[in-house]
């Protein structure tokens, strides 16, 4: 696609439930991150891949939350056993090698656990 | 690692003024400085950049400054329009022991009033 993309746009669970996130990012693009943007806060660092490998996974909030990425393109973020407090957005955003260049960023997954 | 602080956290001018948002950052090897503006609802998106070899770079009505000795930097928006109304985010290169990220501000909520 043109952009990087994320699915689903929304998702509701509830409390104790697991969920998967994912990011198609631009094709060719080998760096990929994880942002979580909590209600008028700033991006929060959660994860950053090159190519499939996770060289810095020191933003994820919990051992409940994981990442990966296959074929050096989709990656998915799971958060198992979800709390009120995971509720946030979370963008992907995708860059050509590092993040040095311009990053673009997915229009995010509204979480919200009830 | 790198701390990046922002200020002013709202700012509210009349259309055809002048809007400066500061952030300072902490870690000197930081070399890439990014200022992102996020429209309510939607995505952040790259608007201007600069790299630590540069002082200033300007595009239309905007200019980013940058003074790597006192270590902040800031973004100048000239003859505002209410269209500018947007949060803005800046960001600083982060590159440690082989990961990267982009450290963000908390964000300037800016109103352009008509």
């Known amino acids: 696609g043109a952009g990087v993309s994320q699915s689903p746009s929304n998702k509701v669970t509830e409390k104790g439930k697991d969920v998967e996130l994912r990011c198609d990012p631009i094709s060719g693009h080998t760096a990929l991150y994880w942002y979580r943007q909590s209600l008028g806060q700033g991006l929060e660092f959660l994860i950053y891949f090159q190519g499939n490998s996770a060289p810095d996974k020191s933003g994820l909030p919990s051992d409940r939350f994981s990442a990966e990425r296959t074929g050096g393109s989709v990656s998915t973020l799971t958060i198992q056993r979800t709390q009120q407090e995971d509720s946030a957005v979370y963008l992907c955003?995708?860059?050509?090698?590092?993040?040095?260049?311009?990053?673009?960023f997915g229009q995010g997954t509204r979480l919200t656990v009830v | 690692g790198e701390n990046v602080e922002q200020h002013p956290s709202t700012l509210s001018v009349q259309e055809g003024d002048s809007a400066v948002i500061k952030c300072t950052y902490s870690?000197?090897?930081?070399?890439?400085f990014p200022w992102y503006k996020q429209e309510l609802g939607k995505r952040p998106q790259l608007i201007i950049d600069i790299r630590s070899n540069v002082g200033e770079k300007k595009d239309q009505r905007i200019a980013v400054t940058l003074n790597k000795t006192a270590k902040h930097f800031s973004l100048h928006i000239t003859e505002t329009q209410p269209e500018d109304s947007a949060v803005y985010f800046c960001a600083a290169y982060e590159f440690q022991g082989g990961s990267e990220k982009l450290v963000f501000g908390k964000g300037t909520k800016l109103t352009v009033n008509p």
């Open positions: 870690d000197s090897a930081s070399n890439y």
């Open positions: 955003a995708s860059s050509l090698v590092r993040l040095n260049t311009e990053a673009f």
